[in-house]
């Protein structure tokens, strides 16, 4: 018996840009995936610079900002899935951050 969940390919991301509203990546099928900046705190909370400065992982299976310690993964974007952290972790990163004026 053969399961759909086997042959399903995830893509992987080529580029990733992020607004003050979405993330948006292109895929290496052709598409481009926008989800909205509230599904990842961290990039909400994050500057301009700090969104900038990301780099593909497992050769983009997942996209990852250093100076965020945010990772997402493409299986997890496609699925519709948003951040897992909890509201007390997120609540512990935001307090140990540098207060930084072009921040949100």
Known sequence: MSSLAHDIRVPLALD???TD???SVTLDDGRVV???LAWFPRLA???GEERANW???GRGSGIHWPAIEEDISMESLIAGRPS???AQSL???LDNRPK???AP
């Open 16 to 18: 990733a840009s992020v």
């Open 21 to 23: 509203d979405a993330l």
């Open 34 to 36: 926008s989800v909205p």
């Open 45 to 47: 909370h994050a500057t």
């Open 55 to 57: 780099r593909l992982i």
């Open 84 to 86: 897992g952290e909890s």
């Open 91 to 93: 609540r512990r990163w």
């Open 100 to 102: 930084r004026s072009d």
